[in-house]
C-alpha cells in the first residue's frame, strides 16, 4: 500500500510540474504582439565552385527563394492582438491577416489579394523574431528574415 502511494505521489508531482511549465511559458501568439523591425535579410552558406561565382548567380538564387513572396526588405512589421499585421514600408503602409498553425512554428500571413506567404518561425523572445522562408524542399532554409523588437 505504501508503495502505491509513493508511486502516485510520484506521479501527481510530475503532472504538477508539466503544467506548471507549460502554464509558466507565455503563448506565442502574446510573445509576438507588438512592433518589430526588420534587421537583416540572411542567406545561409551556399556551395560555391572554386574560384566563386558571379555576383549576378547570388541574385538569381534570391530571386528564385523568393518567387511566389513578396519580398519584405527594411520594413518594420506590427502584430495587433486581433491578427492583423500592419507592414511599413517607408510611406506604404499594408494590412494582412497573420496566424500561427501548426504546433505555433508556422507564420502564414495572408494578403487581401488572395497570396499567402508561409514563414518557419525559427526564434521567438522578447527582443528577437527569426522567420526562416518556407519555399519548395530545394530552397528551404536558405534564406531568413531577422526582427528586433522595438515596442
Given at each position: 500500500?505504501?508503495?502505491?502511494?509513493?508511486?502516485?505521489?510520484?506521479?501527481?508531482?510530475?503532472?504538477?510540474?508539466?503544467?506548471?511549465?507549460?502554464?509558466?511559458?507565455?503563448?506565442?501568439?502574446?510573445?509576438i504582439?507588438?512592433?518589430?523591425?526588420?534587421?537583416?535579410w540572411?542567406?545561409?552558406?551556399?556551395?560555391?565552385?572554386?574560384?566563386?561565382?558571379?555576383?549576378?548567380?547570388?541574385?538569381?538564387?534570391?530571386?528564385?527563394?523568393?518567387?511566389?513572396?513578396?519580398?519584405?526588405?527594411?520594413?518594420?512589421?506590427?502584430?495587433?492582438?486581433?491578427?492583423?499585421?500592419?507592414v511599413?514600408?517607408?510611406?506604404?503602409?499594408?494590412?494582412?491577416?497573420?496566424?500561427?498553425?501548426?504546433?505555433?512554428?508556422?507564420?502564414?500571413?495572408?494578403?487581401?489579394?488572395?497570396?499567402?506567404?508561409?514563414?518557419?518561425?525559427?526564434?521567438?523572445?522578447?527582443?528577437?523574431?527569426?522567420?526562416?522562408?518556407?519555399?519548395?524542399?530545394?530552397?528551404?532554409?536558405?534564406?531568413?528574415?531577422?526582427?528586433?523588437?522595438?515596442?
Amino acid at each position: 500500500m505504501k508503495l502505491l502511494l509513493t508511486y502516485l505521489w510520484v506521479l501527481c508531482l510530475l503532472v504538477g510540474g508539466w503544467i506548471a511549465l507549460i502554464s509558466a511559458a507565455p503563448p506565442p501568439e502574446r510573445l509576438i504582439v507588438g512592433t518589430w523591425q526588420q534587421t537583416s535579410w540572411e542567406y545561409e552558406k551556399l556551395d560555391l565552385p572554386p574560384g566563386g561565382v558571379p555576383a549576378d548567380f547570388l541574385e538569381a538564387v534570391k530571386h528564385s527563394v523568393g518567387a511566389g513572396l513578396i519580398m519584405h526588405q527594411a520594413e518594420t512589421w506590427e502584430f495587433l492582438p486581433g491578427q492583423s499585421l500592419r507592414v511599413v514600408n517607408g510611406e506604404e503602409v499594408e494590412v494582412v491577416q497573420w496566424r500561427l498553425k501548426g504546433r505555433g512554428h508556422i507564420l502564414q500571413i495572408i494578403h487581401d489579394n488572395g497570396v499567402t506567404e508561409n514563414y518557419h518561425l525559427e526564434k521567438l523572445n522578447d527582443s528577437t523574431l527569426q522567420l526562416n522562408i518556407e519555399t519548395n524542399i530545394q530552397a528551404r532554409g536558405i534564406a531568413r528574415l531577422v526582427f528586433n523588437k522595438t515596442a
